[in-house]
Protein backbone atom coordinates (compact mmCIF):
# COMPACT_ATOMS: atom_id res chain seq x y z
CA UNK A 1 0.00 0.00 0.00
CA UNK A 2 0.90 3.80 -0.60
CA UNK A 3 1.35 4.30 3.27
CA UNK A 4 3.90 1.72 3.80
CA UNK A 5 6.51 3.74 5.20
CA UNK A 6 3.98 5.58 7.70
CA UNK A 7 5.16 4.40 11.61
CA UNK A 8 1.63 3.30 13.36
CA UNK A 9 1.06 1.96 16.99
CA UNK A 10 -0.66 -1.28 16.72
CA UNK A 11 -3.03 -0.15 19.73
CA UNK A 12 -4.70 1.55 16.65
CA UNK A 13 -7.50 -0.57 15.51
CA UNK A 14 -7.88 -0.78 11.89
CA UNK A 15 -11.86 0.23 10.96
CA UNK A 16 -11.46 -0.13 6.79
CA UNK A 17 -9.55 -2.75 4.49
CA UNK A 18 -5.74 -1.68 4.03
CA UNK A 19 -5.97 1.38 2.06
CA UNK A 20 -6.86 4.81 3.06
CA UNK A 21 -5.81 4.26 7.30
CA UNK A 22 -8.82 4.83 9.43
CA UNK A 23 -8.36 3.87 12.96
CA UNK A 24 -9.36 4.27 16.57
CA UNK A 25 -8.02 2.86 19.78
CA UNK A 26 -10.26 0.72 22.37
CA UNK A 27 -12.04 2.90 24.20
CA UNK A 28 -10.54 1.83 27.15
CA UNK A 29 -7.02 1.80 26.00
CA UNK A 30 -8.29 5.44 25.02
CA UNK A 31 -10.13 6.24 28.32
CA UNK A 32 -6.99 5.10 30.08
CA UNK A 33 -4.37 7.55 28.48
CA UNK A 34 -6.16 10.69 29.72
CA UNK A 35 -7.23 14.03 28.85
CA UNK A 36 -4.51 14.64 26.50
CA UNK A 37 -4.34 11.67 23.76
CA UNK A 38 -0.87 10.26 23.06
CA UNK A 39 0.12 11.42 19.60
CA UNK A 40 0.02 7.07 18.83
CA UNK A 41 -3.22 6.62 20.05
CA UNK A 42 -4.85 9.63 18.16
CA UNK A 43 -7.88 8.44 15.99
CA UNK A 44 -6.82 8.77 11.87
CA UNK A 45 -8.75 9.39 9.35
CA UNK A 46 -7.26 9.75 5.71
CA UNK A 47 -9.16 10.15 2.62
CA UNK A 48 -6.12 8.72 0.30
CA UNK A 49 -2.59 8.24 0.39
CA UNK A 50 -0.23 9.99 3.48
CA UNK A 51 1.89 12.79 1.49
CA UNK A 52 5.57 11.98 2.26
CA UNK A 53 7.22 15.09 3.09
CA UNK A 54 10.98 14.82 3.85
CA UNK A 55 12.65 17.66 6.20
CA UNK A 56 14.13 19.25 2.94
CA UNK A 57 10.08 20.04 1.43
CA UNK A 58 9.01 20.79 5.18
CA UNK A 59 11.41 23.26 5.15
CA UNK A 60 10.18 24.74 1.99
CA UNK A 61 6.38 23.95 2.55
CA UNK A 62 4.81 26.58 1.24
CA UNK A 63 1.03 27.71 2.13
CA UNK A 64 -0.70 29.99 -0.08
CA UNK A 65 -3.22 32.47 1.13
CA UNK A 66 -5.01 33.78 -1.83
CA UNK A 67 -8.35 35.05 -3.63
CA UNK A 68 -10.37 38.15 -2.48
CA UNK A 69 -7.89 39.94 -0.53
CA UNK A 70 -5.72 42.65 -0.68
CA UNK A 71 -2.44 41.64 -0.32
CA UNK A 72 -1.50 37.95 -1.72
CA UNK A 73 0.61 36.08 0.47
CA UNK A 74 2.68 32.78 0.51
CA UNK A 75 4.25 31.83 3.69
CA UNK A 76 6.83 29.17 4.74
CA UNK A 77 6.26 27.87 8.48
CA UNK A 78 9.10 29.61 9.44
CA UNK A 79 7.24 32.72 8.09
CA UNK A 80 4.74 31.73 9.93
CA UNK A 81 6.59 31.62 13.29
CA UNK A 82 8.19 34.71 12.46
CA UNK A 83 4.97 37.02 11.21
CA UNK A 84 2.65 35.91 14.42
CA UNK A 85 1.76 34.99 17.73
CA UNK A 86 2.60 31.13 18.14
CA UNK A 87 0.02 29.68 20.59
CA UNK A 88 -0.95 26.45 22.16
CA UNK A 89 -4.30 25.16 22.92
CA UNK A 90 -5.15 21.65 24.02
CA UNK A 91 -8.35 20.70 21.56
CA UNK A 92 -10.60 17.67 21.16
CA UNK A 93 -11.00 16.90 17.32
CA UNK A 94 -13.79 14.48 17.02
CA UNK A 95 -15.16 12.69 13.96
CA UNK A 96 -18.23 13.13 12.73
CA UNK A 97 -18.76 9.46 12.84
CA UNK A 98 -18.13 8.68 15.71
CA UNK A 99 -20.23 6.47 17.54
CA UNK A 100 -21.57 5.20 13.77
CA UNK A 101 -21.51 1.75 14.64
CA UNK A 102 -24.31 1.88 16.84
CA UNK A 103 -26.37 3.11 13.57
CA UNK A 104 -24.90 0.50 10.88
CA UNK A 105 -26.34 -1.86 13.68
CA UNK A 106 -29.37 -0.80 13.20
CA UNK A 107 -29.85 0.32 9.04
CA UNK A 108 -26.50 0.25 7.04
CA UNK A 109 -25.44 3.75 6.08
CA UNK A 110 -23.00 5.04 3.88
CA UNK A 111 -19.96 4.89 6.17
CA UNK A 112 -17.89 2.45 8.15
CA UNK A 113 -18.37 1.72 12.09
CA UNK A 114 -16.91 3.92 14.52
CA UNK A 115 -16.69 2.83 17.67
CA UNK A 116 -16.53 5.73 20.74
CA UNK A 117 -12.96 6.31 20.61
CA UNK A 118 -12.91 8.10 17.22
CA UNK A 119 -11.99 11.34 19.62
CA UNK A 120 -8.82 12.49 20.42
CA UNK A 121 -7.18 15.32 22.21
CA UNK A 122 -3.84 16.67 21.70
CA UNK A 123 -1.90 20.10 22.77
CA UNK A 124 -1.39 22.09 19.45
CA UNK A 125 0.75 24.43 18.19
CA UNK A 126 0.64 26.87 15.60
CA UNK A 127 -0.74 30.40 14.70
CA UNK A 128 -4.60 31.70 14.73
CA UNK A 129 -6.20 31.71 10.95
CA UNK A 130 -7.91 34.95 12.21
CA UNK A 131 -4.09 36.53 12.83
CA UNK A 132 -3.31 35.31 9.02
CA UNK A 133 -6.96 36.91 7.50
CA UNK A 134 -6.26 40.16 8.91
CA UNK A 135 -2.82 40.22 7.36
CA UNK A 136 -3.89 39.53 3.73
CA UNK A 137 -7.36 41.69 4.45
CA UNK A 138 -10.20 39.67 2.92
CA UNK A 139 -12.09 42.04 0.34
CA UNK A 140 -15.50 43.20 1.85
CA UNK A 141 -18.21 42.56 1.18
CA UNK A 142 -17.31 40.56 -1.71
CA UNK A 143 -15.48 37.93 0.11
CA UNK A 144 -18.02 35.10 1.85
CA UNK A 145 -15.91 31.89 2.44
CA UNK A 146 -12.36 30.63 3.82
CA UNK A 147 -11.50 27.42 1.42
CA UNK A 148 -8.77 25.29 2.67
CA UNK A 149 -6.72 22.51 0.52
CA UNK A 150 -4.77 19.83 1.70
CA UNK A 151 -2.06 17.48 -0.53
CA UNK A 152 -3.49 13.84 0.02
CA UNK A 153 -1.60 12.47 -2.81
CA UNK A 154 -4.12 9.62 -4.61
CA UNK A 155 -7.69 11.21 -3.72
CA UNK A 156 -10.14 10.27 -7.30
CA UNK A 157 -11.83 13.37 -6.83
CA UNK A 158 -9.07 16.05 -6.70
CA UNK A 159 -7.63 17.21 -3.31
CA UNK A 160 -9.23 17.09 0.02
CA UNK A 161 -10.48 20.64 0.65
CA UNK A 162 -13.07 22.32 2.70
CA UNK A 163 -14.07 26.29 3.59
CA UNK A 164 -15.36 27.99 6.65
CA UNK A 165 -17.63 30.97 6.65
CA UNK A 166 -15.46 34.17 6.44
CA UNK A 167 -16.89 35.81 10.33
CA UNK A 168 -16.77 32.52 11.93
CA UNK A 169 -13.10 32.03 10.50
CA UNK A 170 -12.10 35.55 11.13
CA UNK A 171 -13.17 35.17 14.99
CA UNK A 172 -9.89 34.69 17.12
CA UNK A 173 -12.05 33.45 19.94
CA UNK A 174 -13.30 30.36 17.39
CA UNK A 175 -9.29 29.47 18.20
CA UNK A 176 -8.93 28.07 14.82
CA UNK A 177 -5.03 27.20 14.13
CA UNK A 178 -2.92 27.00 11.65
CA UNK A 179 -0.78 24.39 13.21
CA UNK A 180 2.66 22.46 12.97
CA UNK A 181 3.27 20.87 16.13
CA UNK A 182 1.18 18.46 18.30
CA UNK A 183 1.88 17.69 21.95
CA UNK A 184 5.25 19.69 21.10
CA UNK A 185 6.67 17.64 18.48
CA UNK A 186 6.49 18.09 14.52
CA UNK A 187 3.01 16.76 13.48
CA UNK A 188 3.45 13.26 12.18
CA UNK A 189 2.47 11.77 8.52
CA UNK A 190 -0.93 10.24 9.68
CA UNK A 191 -1.92 14.00 11.25
CA UNK A 192 -0.96 16.42 8.35
CA UNK A 193 2.42 16.70 8.77
CA UNK A 194 3.80 19.42 8.17
CA UNK A 195 0.85 22.03 8.37
CA UNK A 196 -2.58 21.36 8.89
CA UNK A 197 -5.95 23.19 10.15
CA UNK A 198 -7.04 22.59 13.64
CA UNK A 199 -10.54 23.65 13.87
CA UNK A 200 -11.89 23.54 17.73
CA UNK A 201 -15.34 22.73 18.20
CA UNK A 202 -16.10 21.51 15.15
CA UNK A 203 -16.33 17.83 13.25
CA UNK A 204 -12.85 16.83 12.49
CA UNK A 205 -13.53 16.90 8.49
CA UNK A 206 -13.16 20.68 8.90
CA UNK A 207 -9.48 20.45 10.06
CA UNK A 208 -7.47 20.17 6.74
CA UNK A 209 -4.70 18.28 6.64
CA UNK A 210 -1.27 18.94 4.59
CA UNK A 211 -2.14 22.37 4.47
CA UNK A 212 -1.36 23.97 0.84
CA UNK A 213 -3.48 26.46 0.02
CA UNK A 214 -6.14 28.53 1.35
CA UNK A 215 -8.46 30.87 -0.99
CA UNK A 216 -10.95 33.77 0.16
CA UNK A 217 -13.64 33.38 -1.85
CA UNK A 218 -17.60 34.36 -2.72
CA UNK A 219 -18.32 30.90 -2.93
CA UNK A 220 -18.14 27.68 -0.16
CA UNK A 221 -15.42 25.39 -1.39
CA UNK A 222 -15.76 23.69 -4.45
CA UNK A 223 -13.95 20.46 -3.39
CA UNK A 224 -15.82 16.51 -4.12
CA UNK A 225 -15.71 15.82 -0.34
CA UNK A 226 -16.90 19.39 0.52
CA UNK A 227 -20.07 18.08 -0.90
CA UNK A 228 -20.17 14.23 -0.55
CA UNK A 229 -18.70 13.71 3.08
CA UNK A 230 -19.67 15.28 6.42
CA UNK A 231 -23.56 15.81 5.55
CA UNK A 232 -26.05 15.11 7.71
CA UNK A 233 -29.27 14.13 5.20
CA UNK A 234 -32.88 13.67 6.68
CA UNK A 235 -33.30 10.81 7.83
CA UNK A 236 -36.27 9.75 5.53
CA UNK A 237 -33.44 9.27 2.91
CA UNK A 238 -32.36 5.58 3.13
CA UNK A 239 -28.42 4.51 2.49
CA UNK A 240 -28.93 4.06 -1.64
CA UNK A 241 -31.58 6.72 -2.58
CA UNK A 242 -29.22 9.26 -0.94
CA UNK A 243 -26.09 7.99 -3.09
CA UNK A 244 -28.32 8.56 -5.87
CA UNK A 245 -29.19 11.85 -5.32
CA UNK A 246 -26.76 14.18 -5.49
CA UNK A 247 -28.84 17.67 -5.06
CA UNK A 248 -29.55 16.64 -1.73
CA UNK A 249 -25.90 16.50 -1.02
CA UNK A 250 -25.52 20.12 -2.57
CA UNK A 251 -27.99 21.47 -0.03
CA UNK A 252 -26.44 23.75 2.15
CA UNK A 253 -29.14 22.97 5.07
CA UNK A 254 -27.86 19.59 5.80
CA UNK A 255 -23.60 20.67 6.08
CA UNK A 256 -22.54 19.91 9.75
CA UNK A 257 -20.10 22.19 11.31
CA UNK A 258 -20.26 22.45 14.94
CA UNK A 259 -20.33 19.09 17.01
CA UNK A 260 -23.50 18.27 18.84
CA UNK A 261 -23.47 17.04 22.58
CA UNK A 262 -22.12 13.47 23.16
CA UNK A 263 -20.87 11.53 26.01
CA UNK A 264 -20.16 7.88 26.02
CA UNK A 265 -19.30 5.25 28.85
CA UNK A 266 -15.80 3.60 29.15
CA UNK A 267 -15.72 2.36 32.73
CA UNK A 268 -17.72 -0.25 32.47
CA UNK A 269 -16.63 -1.15 28.97
CA UNK A 270 -18.89 -3.27 27.04
CA UNK A 271 -18.09 -6.57 27.18
CA UNK A 272 -15.99 -6.11 30.04
CA UNK A 273 -16.39 -8.62 32.85
CA UNK A 274 -16.94 -7.68 36.56
CA UNK A 275 -16.39 -10.29 39.21
CA UNK A 276 -18.87 -9.31 42.22
CA UNK A 277 -18.27 -11.64 44.97
CA UNK A 278 -20.55 -11.87 47.84
CA UNK A 279 -18.80 -9.86 50.17
CA UNK A 280 -18.82 -6.78 47.49
CA UNK A 281 -22.77 -6.96 47.93
CA UNK A 282 -22.88 -5.45 51.27
CA UNK A 283 -20.89 -1.77 50.91
CA UNK A 284 -18.84 -2.03 47.81
CA UNK A 285 -18.82 0.52 45.46
CA UNK A 286 -18.08 0.56 41.56
CA UNK A 287 -17.28 4.04 39.96
CA UNK A 288 -18.81 4.42 36.51
CA UNK A 289 -16.71 6.77 34.24
CA UNK A 290 -16.95 8.17 30.87
CA UNK A 291 -16.36 11.34 28.95
CA UNK A 292 -18.46 13.94 27.10
CA UNK A 293 -18.24 17.10 24.84
CA UNK A 294 -20.02 19.39 23.00
CA UNK A 295 -19.70 21.47 20.17
CA UNK A 296 -19.24 25.40 18.81
CA UNK A 297 -16.72 25.89 22.09
CA UNK A 298 -19.92 25.63 24.72
CA UNK A 299 -19.18 23.40 27.56
CA UNK A 300 -20.60 20.59 28.88
CA UNK A 301 -23.17 21.66 31.35
CA UNK A 302 -24.54 18.19 33.04
CA UNK A 303 -23.82 14.28 32.07
CA UNK A 304 -26.67 12.14 33.85
CA UNK A 305 -26.87 8.23 34.62
CA UNK A 306 -29.52 5.98 34.75
CA UNK A 307 -30.00 2.45 35.71
CA UNK A 308 -33.59 2.14 35.14
CA UNK A 309 -33.31 2.15 30.92
CA UNK A 310 -34.08 6.24 30.93
CA UNK A 311 -37.02 6.41 34.12
CA UNK A 312 -34.89 8.37 36.30
CA UNK A 313 -31.78 10.00 35.93
CA UNK A 314 -28.64 11.30 38.73
CA UNK A 315 -26.65 13.74 38.32
CA UNK A 316 -22.88 12.62 37.81
CA UNK A 317 -19.93 14.73 38.67
CA UNK A 318 -18.19 16.19 36.16
CA UNK A 319 -13.81 17.32 35.99
CA UNK A 320 -12.67 19.60 33.01
CA UNK A 321 -9.11 19.39 32.81
CA UNK A 322 -9.21 21.95 30.44
CA UNK A 323 -8.92 24.34 32.65
CA UNK A 324 -6.05 23.70 34.35
CA UNK A 325 -4.72 25.26 31.58
CA UNK A 326 -6.30 28.62 32.20
CA UNK A 327 -4.17 29.73 34.88
CA UNK A 328 -0.95 28.90 33.13
CA UNK A 329 0.59 31.46 30.83
CA UNK A 330 3.92 29.97 29.16
CA UNK A 331 6.00 31.69 26.96
CA UNK A 332 8.32 28.93 25.71
CA UNK A 333 10.52 28.44 22.17
CA UNK A 334 8.51 25.35 21.15
CA UNK A 335 4.64 26.12 22.60
CA UNK A 336 4.32 30.31 22.41
CA UNK A 337 1.58 31.27 24.55
CA UNK A 338 -0.87 28.95 26.03
CA UNK A 339 -3.21 31.06 25.48
CA UNK A 340 -6.13 30.32 27.40
CA UNK A 341 -6.24 32.61 29.93
CA UNK A 342 -8.95 35.03 28.69
CA UNK A 343 -11.06 32.32 26.96
CA UNK A 344 -14.35 31.16 27.62
CA UNK A 345 -14.57 28.65 25.59
CA UNK A 346 -14.84 25.11 25.60
CA UNK A 347 -12.99 23.11 23.03
CA UNK A 348 -11.88 19.79 24.79
CA UNK A 349 -13.63 16.60 26.10
CA UNK A 350 -14.35 16.18 30.00
CA UNK A 351 -14.76 13.77 32.27
CA UNK A 352 -17.58 12.52 34.68
CA UNK A 353 -18.16 9.62 37.47
CA UNK A 354 -20.73 7.83 39.40
CA UNK A 355 -20.73 5.71 42.08
CA UNK A 356 -23.00 3.49 42.78
CA UNK A 357 -23.16 0.54 45.19
CA UNK A 358 -22.17 -2.86 43.52
CA UNK A 359 -25.48 -3.91 45.19
CA UNK A 360 -27.58 -1.54 42.70
CA UNK A 361 -25.23 -2.65 39.69
CA UNK A 362 -26.25 -6.37 39.82
CA UNK A 363 -29.42 -5.92 39.95
CA UNK A 364 -30.10 -3.31 36.57
CA UNK A 365 -29.82 -4.05 32.82
CA UNK A 366 -28.12 -1.62 31.54
CA UNK A 367 -26.18 2.14 32.15
CA UNK A 368 -26.61 5.15 30.08
CA UNK A 369 -25.36 8.50 29.86
CA UNK A 370 -26.99 11.43 28.39
CA UNK A 371 -25.49 14.81 28.63
CA UNK A 372 -26.61 18.58 28.58
CA UNK A 373 -24.43 21.75 27.33
CA UNK A 374 -24.94 25.46 28.08
CA UNK A 375 -27.39 25.86 25.34
CA UNK A 376 -29.76 23.17 27.08
CA UNK A 377 -28.83 21.07 24.19
CA UNK A 378 -30.09 17.51 25.44
CA UNK A 379 -29.51 14.39 23.75
CA UNK A 380 -31.85 12.15 22.67
CA UNK A 381 -33.28 9.15 23.51
CA UNK A 382 -33.96 8.16 20.00
CA UNK A 383 -31.33 7.59 17.50
CA UNK A 384 -31.52 9.77 14.64
CA UNK A 385 -30.46 7.39 11.65
CA UNK A 386 -29.23 9.30 8.52
CA UNK A 387 -27.54 7.45 5.13
CA UNK A 388 -23.95 9.00 5.70
CA UNK A 389 -24.19 7.86 9.78
CA UNK A 390 -23.06 11.16 11.17
CA UNK A 391 -23.25 12.79 14.59
CA UNK A 392 -25.08 9.95 16.62
CA UNK A 393 -25.86 11.34 19.52
CA UNK A 394 -28.44 9.36 21.06
CA UNK A 395 -28.26 8.10 25.22
CA UNK A 396 -24.95 6.16 25.07
CA UNK A 397 -25.83 2.64 26.72
CA UNK A 398 -23.73 -0.37 28.13
CA UNK A 399 -25.79 -3.66 28.46
CA UNK A 400 -24.98 -5.77 31.71
CA UNK A 401 -25.50 -9.41 31.31
CA UNK A 402 -25.64 -11.47 34.67
CA UNK A 403 -23.49 -14.61 34.83
CA UNK A 404 -23.52 -16.77 37.79
N1 LIG B 1 -7.45 16.50 5.52
C1 LIG B 1 -6.98 15.95 4.39
N2 LIG B 1 -6.13 16.64 3.64
N3 LIG B 1 -7.37 14.70 4.00
C2 LIG B 1 -8.27 13.98 4.75
O1 LIG B 1 -8.58 12.83 4.37
N4 LIG B 1 -9.71 13.91 6.73
C3 LIG B 1 -10.53 14.79 7.58
C4 LIG B 1 -9.66 15.79 8.33
N5 LIG B 1 -8.72 16.42 7.44
C5 LIG B 1 -8.79 14.55 5.94
C6 LIG B 1 -8.30 15.83 6.30
C7 LIG B 1 -11.36 14.09 8.53
S1 LIG B 1 -12.83 13.43 7.94
C8 LIG B 1 -11.05 14.06 9.88
S2 LIG B 1 -12.13 13.37 11.00
C9 LIG B 1 -9.77 14.61 10.39
O2 LIG B 1 -8.96 15.10 9.35
C10 LIG B 1 -9.00 13.55 11.14
O3 LIG B 1 -7.80 14.06 11.63
P1 LIG B 1 -6.73 13.05 12.23
O4 LIG B 1 -6.51 11.94 11.24
O5 LIG B 1 -5.51 13.86 12.52
O6 LIG B 1 -7.35 12.51 13.49
Redesign the pocket.
Known sequence: TPDKWVKRDPRLVRLTGKHPFNSEARLDTLFAAGFLTPTSL???????AVPKVNADRARNWKLRVHGLVQREATFSIADLKRMFPVVTLPIT?V??GNRRKEQNMVQKSLGFNWGAAGL?TALFTGVYLADVLEYVKPQRPSSKHVVFE???ADLPNGP?GTSQKLPVAANREKGMLIAWKMNGLDLEP???FPL?MVIPGQ???R????LTRIEISEVESQHYLHFN??KMLPTQLGAQQARGEPHWWHDPKYIINDLNVNSAIAEPNHGEVLPVHPEDLVESQYQIKGYAYAGGGRRVTRTEISLDEGNSWALADIVYPEDLYRSVVVEDPVYGSLDLTERDTSFCWCFWSFNVSVEELTKCNAIMVRATDESQALQQRDMYWNATGMMNNWWFRVAIHHER
Not at 42 to 48: E, I, K
Not at 207 to 210: E, L, M
Open positions: FYVRNHGLCASGADYDHGRIGGSVKWDN
